[in-house]
């Protein structure tokens, strides 16, 4: 119950494409979704985040789109950019109990 | 703020030796975590403390891991004795629990045990 699946496990896509990163949870308790985004040798760092009481939430490029019936989430990030290349989790939490995916390398190519 | 700072960033020590990870949080934080990651696990919540006591610790792998928290802002994490399987980078984060709930990670310690 306290798992969160991700995927695609890596994720190689053009300058300027759409990538596109799966998170499926099962504790209905859960209330915060969160995403971090890892560059090497940092610690996670918080990209976006969506309580579940709207189904999407946009930030710029990124954006979390939310279905609260199938217990899914996910990450789209738009034009995307060499420097968005990093691993990105996805997390769910309830208070201060964050489960977190086991992540999703991403590569932009120039 | 500097943020959460751990430190040493990178430790090679040999099997059978006692390894000690430090961690100084967000001034002003109550909540401190330290997570584990590695390629096989992912990150791994090891412990949590609020107001500087053990909340939930049941990601402590074993005996021979610890975790102190003497005060707001120091806390400690030791492993005695270590072995190889014990390689991974330990991070350390913190919060307010009654601020919002993102977690602010340090840049974590690469321990390597040979």
């Known amino acids: 119950q306290q798992q969160v699946k991700q995927s695609p496990q890596s994720l190689i896509v053009q300058k300027g494409g759409i990538s596109i990163i799966n998170c499926a949870y099962e504790n209905t308790a859960f209330d915060y979704f969160p995403w971090y985004q890892q560059f090497p040798g940092k610690g996670p760092a918080l990209l976006i985040a969506i309580r579940p009481d709207v189904s999407e939430k946009k930030e710029g490029r990124f954006t979390i789109s939310f279905n609260k019936s199938a217990k899914q989430f996910s990450l789209h990030i738009m034009d995307s950019q060499p420097g968005d290349s990093a691993t990105y989790f996805c997390?769910?939490?309830?208070?201060?109990?964050?489960?977190f995916g086991p992540g999703t390398r991403l590569s932009v190519l120039p | 703020d500097a943020g959460v700072i751990q430190s040493p960033r990178h430790e090679v020590t040999e099997m059978g030796q006692e390894v000690t990870l430090r961690c100084k949080p967000i001034?002003?934080?109550?909540?401190l975590f330290w997570y584990r990651q590695t390629m096989m696990r992912g990150l791994e919540l090891l412990i949590y403390?609020?107001?500087?006591?053990?909340?939930?610790d049941s990601g402590m792998p074993e005996d021979r891991f610890s975790a102190k928290m003497p005060n707001a802002s120091f806390s400690t994490l030791k492993i005695q004795p270590s072995e190889p399987r014990d390689s991974a980078v330990y991070f350390c984060?913190?919060?307010?629990?009654?601020?919002?709930?993102?977690?602010?990670f340090g840049q974590g310690t690469r321990l390597t045990v040979v």
């Open positions: 001034s002003g934080h109550n909540s």
């Open positions: 403390f609020n107001n500087n006591v053990p909340i939930d």
């Open positions: 997390a769910a939490s309830k208070g201060q109990n964050f489960v």
């Open positions: 984060a913190s919060n307010h629990d009654g601020k919002g709930t993102e977690a602010f």
